[in-house]
């Protein structure tokens, strides 16, 4: 990490959450699974999800109807149930099955004794986001949380990164982004900081090396 800033710590680091601290697609499928169900169609599953996970959670839902209903683009009503049922669904069981990545929490805790600030930069509903934080007692690291749905832009948009900067006061050339996906990779580029990416996650099936990261790792606690 230190060789993308000439030798020296970067003063922020901002983390995606899905994909990235947290495997969450089991319960993101469960909900998508049982609003389908809710809607007489079938079950889409584990393997469908992993590849709609990444643009937020309206995305998600939308493609997932696209999927099971054929229809582009999806009937506003049909959209709208959809969804309600998607976020009571997800809203009963959001942290149920989803599980920490090894070298997660020893990356944010060793991060954080070294000094640099933490910012957590996710494209899920900030709502969903606070109870996943707080169900794997990850809340008190950040001292930043921006949600998929706290600005009018999402990530790949560089927005959300350059609003955690600003909040923490730190420059692009001393912040790092770190992420599963093509949207974080484009995110940060457009922010004008570094990207590390891990290649575990969820990139829409294509592997993480084709969105050309400044660097891979395969556990965060490489990091350290
Ligand atoms: O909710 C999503 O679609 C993805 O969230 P992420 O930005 O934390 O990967
Ligand atoms: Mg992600």
């Known amino acids: 990490m ?79 149930h959809g969804y309600e049922l998607f976020l009571r669904f997800y809203g009963e069981a959001t942290a149920d099955q ?30 969903f986001t606070q109870t996943m934080l707080a169900g794997f007692g990850l809340d008190g690291f950040f001292s930043v949380v921006l949600g998929g749905d706290s600005l009018p832009q999402k990530k790949p948009d560089p927005s959300p990164l350059l609003e955690a900067m600003r909040q923490c006061g730190v420059k692009a050339e001393h912040s790092l982004m770190v992420g599963d996906s093509v949207n974080d990779v484009r995110a940060a580029r457009a922010a004008g900081c570094p990207v590390v990416c891990v290649p575990y996650g969820y990139n829409h099936g294509d592997a993480i090396s084709l969105s050309k990261p400044d660097l891979i790792v395969d556990r965060l606690d490489q990091l350290l």
């Open 2 to 80: 230190r060789q993308l800033f000439s030798g020296q710590l970067p003063e922020l680091i901002m983390f995606d959450l899905d994909g990235t601290l947290v495997d969450s697609v089991p319960d993101l499928a469960s909900a998508i699974d049982k609003m389908l169900v809710a809607l007489g169609r079938d079950e889409a599953g584990v393997d469908k999800v992993v590849r709609w996970v990444g643009n937020g959670a309206t995305a998600l839902v939308r493609r997932a109807l696209v999927d099971a209903f054929g229809a582009v683009p999806v009937d506003d009503g049909l959209f709208d």
């Open 98 to 127: 989803s599980q920490l990545y090894s070298g997660a929490l020893a990356c944010l805790e060793g991060l954080k004794g070294q000094g640099i600030k933490l910012a957590l930069v996710t494209n899920k509903p900030l709502a």
